[in-house]
């Protein structure tokens, strides 16, 4: 009787442990995990793109969509906003697929990352100024648009890239220009004077050309070295002789440049007032 007990618990708990056993689903093969990864793209579910995509990269690293794959993982994290992880994946898909036929793509893309990089939420809804911060994102994303439209002039990428560089050289004169006029301020008119030549030398063609040079002339004026003073205003008046900077007997205004007691005040409040 009792050996007829044990035996029916024992099937009994054989029988409800079967039962409790999850299902395991067959694995996918890689042309299916691929598959999962396009439909959620086309979801418009990159989050979840991205983690399909980074497992097959992990489970399939030769395999015959990883090429592919990496490509559209460049996509997905850019838009993400995951502009870091876009970029390192452009930087990788660069240095494994040389010959591939869409590097003109990728570079884009790389370029598009670091250009956005820096594009936070505050600065979309306060719409700072972007010229008074570290430009070193846009720097790289010059870098690279500048290599698209040099390499690949034809493609559909480049005038879009071009309008781009226009727009980073611009902002990257306004932010030479930006930190000449603090250090104007500040009474530092060597420092004033040798960023307002970067602005006259690296960045010619830009609008920040005409009042760097404003900026120099008063820079070496204050430091009296006059004959350097007469060679920017000819400058000046040669390529600008209607320049707004450009006041009677040969005068450069600026409005915000200090005199003496609104350089004292400047001092106190740290160029605040």
């Given at each position: 009787?009792?050996?007829?007990?044990?035996?029916?618990?024992s099937?009994?708990?054989?029988?409800?442990?079967?039962?409790s056993?999850?299902?395991?689903?067959p694995?996918?093969?890689?042309?299916?995990?691929?598959?999962?990864?396009?439909?959620?793209?086309?979801?418009?579910?990159?989050l979840?793109?991205?983690?399909?995509?980074?497992?097959?990269?992990?489970?399939?690293?030769y395999?015959?969509?990883?090429?592919?794959g990496?490509?559209d993982?460049?996509?997905?994290?850019?838009?993400?906003?995951?502009?870091?992880?876009?970029?390192?994946?452009?930087?990788?898909?660069?240095?494994?697929?040389?010959?591939?036929?869409?590097?003109?793509?990728?570079?884009?893309?790389?370029?598009?990352?670091?250009?956005?990089?820096?594009?936070?939420?505050?600065e979309?809804?306060?719409?700072?100024?972007?010229?008074?911060?570290?430009?070193?994102?846009?720097?790289?994303?010059f870098?690279?648009?500048?290599?698209?439209?040099?390499?690949?002039?034809?493609?559909?990428?480049?005038?879009?890239?071009?309008?781009?560089l226009?727009?980073?050289?611009?902002t990257?004169?306004?932010?030479?220009?930006?930190a000449?006029?603090?250090?104007?301020?500040?009474?530092?008119?060597?420092?004033?004077?040798?960023?307002a030549?970067?602005?006259?030398?690296?960045?010619?063609?830009?609008?920040?050309?005409?009042?760097?040079?404003?900026?120099?002339?008063?820079?070496?004026?204050?430091l009296?070295?006059?004959?350097?003073a007469?060679?920017?205003?000819?400058?000046?008046?040669?390529?600008?002789?209607e320049?707004?900077?450009?006041?009677?007997?040969?005068?450069?205004?600026?409005?915000?440049?200090?005199?003496?007691?609104?350089?004292?005040?400047?001092?106190?409040?740290?160029?605040?007032?």
């Amino acid at each position: 009787m009792r050996l007829t007990t044990v035996l029916l618990l024992s099937a009994l708990l054989g029988i409800t442990g079967c039962a409790s056993k999850p299902k395991v689903s067959p694995e996918r093969t890689e042309a299916g995990q691929y598959q999962a990864a396009q439909r959620q793209i086309e979801k418009k579910n990159f989050l979840t793109a991205v983690d399909e995509l980074r497992e097959l990269e992990a489970r399939f690293p030769y395999g015959d969509y990883a090429e592919q794959g990496l490509l559209d993982l460049v996509y997905v994290y850019y838009r993400a906003y995951d502009y870091p992880a876009s970029i390192a994946a452009a930087t990788r898909f660069l240095r494994n697929y040389p010959a591939n036929p869409h590097l003109d793509y990728v570079l884009y893309m790389r370029g598009l990352g670091n250009y956005n990089l820096e594009r936070g939420l505050f600065e979309r809804l306060l719409r700072t100024e972007k010229s008074s911060r570290d430009l070193d994102a846009w720097r790289d994303a010059f870098r690279d648009l500048n290599e698209l439209v040099r390499r690949y002039p034809d493609s559909p990428y480049t005038p879009d890239a071009r309008a781009r560089l226009v727009h980073i050289r611009n902002t990257m004169a306004d932010g030479e220009l930006h930190a000449a006029r603090y250090y104007a301020r500040r009474g530092a008119y060597v420092a004033a004077a040798a960023r307002a030549k970067e602005v006259i030398i690296h960045y010619q063609e830009t609008p920040a050309v005409e009042e760097a040079l404003a900026v120099q002339y008063r820079a070496y004026r204050a430091l009296g070295e006059k004959q350097l003073a007469d060679t920017t205003l000819s400058v000046l008046k040669y390529n600008w002789p209607e320049s707004q900077y450009l006041a009677s007997n040969d005068r450069v205004v600026l409005p915000w440049w200090p005199d003496r007691e609104r350089g004292l005040l400047s001092l106190l409040t740290f160029d605040l007032l």
